[in-house]
């Protein structure tokens, strides 16, 4: 759905009543973002040196999507920031999405997954090169060129020492220095290193480095699934067996993107194609790209597993699982992990184009052909798969924030990651925000605006601000709420819960009432624009 869709099409073409819908579809879907963007979009900068008179200045770690819609936030509402990125620039600006393949897109509708209020997506499901150039369009923007530093690793933050503030306003909450240089102070840390770092492989013997591209001595292609468009083009199509290890998100759109490379855009399927075969460890609930499905499902305000969860569950089951019934997960429910969102891949099993095999992947065979494969519930032990073309869809690593000095009194036992204040504040240390570094499972999305705007505003306002007392409290009356949910009580949410979590931020506290409207629509706090 491009903007330019919605322009006026040739009149006779209106005469066709589903050109006419899809017309007014993408006219409607322009209109709700313009809307969006004028009563939400942050003020951009009159001039490159905005703000001039900043009301704080914060550290923002990551230049990914989440670094520089924070970014972005921070500087409408007159506060400065810097962004350490430790890659250079074509690595690092976009984070992730740096690191995947061009068809790799938004697992939620566009309107849902909004990471700025100043976006504007041409269509639904956007993919890579449209996330990137929305990414540099706001890092522009919001002119945050200049203050970002690449090939920047973060080695050490610590607390600056209160006795250098002795006397001045607001001088016993904590300030930072990064990478020990101490001529710059910082009110806050924003750790935005997301929870994607590099790929994950699946034993010690396979690497990066080994990862192998051509056809030699006909030993199979081995190859990341976030690194798919490294191959040949036409070359899946030549093949006679591709195996994708791994059924999570990343295997299911290796599968697509293998079906795109052997039948085209077309999709024709008359000519004999590879045998396409996906290995499970386990099984995954698929929901499909539907924007009134999505947002029902992610309406259940409990995160957890409920008495009437069967009933999106066997919705799905006879409507979006229809004729692979199989397939849907028996050891687990819908709303206990991150489901996948896909039309394509269950159509394809169904069809049988693409096999669909339960067991556990143990390794490569020792002639290098294939892959050590044990199927779930064989007595007869492990077995040889071979391939010409072997995906590793076993994701990614998960960043470590290990750079803080003193851990412990940001983390301490029990209140580390995701077990956080609003699932991203340190429990020890309101001035330290982890936005998308602390996600394990949801169903919905972190609102990067909301939580980088109670940053601020516990930054000018001392009596909105919580104690470490209070923020263990409020973890504890979640786990205690949700005790028995599958994956702990803060590893998996709804955005009916997160929306919950918010409210009750200022239900509970009469006080911070006042920053209501700041917080959750952004409106207000803009400092002197001259």
Known sequence: MSPTAARLPDALSLLNPFTLLEYLVNLWYIAVQQLIIALFKPPVPPSPDFPKKPYGHIAIIGAGMTGISSAAHCIGHNFDVTIFEQKPKE??????????????????????????????????????????????????????????????????????????????????????IVNGDESTVYDAIIVTIGTCGPPMYPNANSSDSEEKHSNQDKKPIIIHSSNLDNLEEGMVRKMGRVIVVGSGASGVEGVEWVMDHIYGTKKDYSNPPPEVMMLARSDKWIIPRNFVIDTLIACQPFGREMPLSFIWEGFLKRIHYRGVEDLVPSDHGLFTGTPVVNDTFLGHVRAGRCKYVRGETLGFSDDGKGVLFRDRDSEEGQRVIEADLIVLATGFKKPKIDFFDDEASVFPKDYDRPNLYLQNFSTEDWSVLTTNSAYVNAIGTVHIGIYTRILLTLLMDPAARPSPKDMKLWVDVVRYIKSGAQGGALGFFTYAELTIWLLTFHLFRPDRLRWIFFIMQGWGTYGPRA
Do not use: C, M
């Not at 996330?131 to 920047?152: C, P, S």
């Open 91 to 176: 690595k690092g600006l976009g984070g992730i999405w740096r690191n995947v393949n061009r068809t790799s897109g938004l697992q939620l509708n566009s309107i849902l997954y909004r990471f700025h209020p100043g976006v504007l997506w041409q269509r639904g499901f956007p993919e890579r090169d449209e996330i990137l150039g929305q990414i540099e369009k706001i890092w522009h923007e919001y002119n945050l060129d200049a203050r970002t530093k690449f090939d920047t690793r973060i080695t050490s933050i610590t607390r600056a020492s209160k006795d250098k503030f002795e006397g001045q306003k607001d001088a016993e909450r904590s300030r930072w």
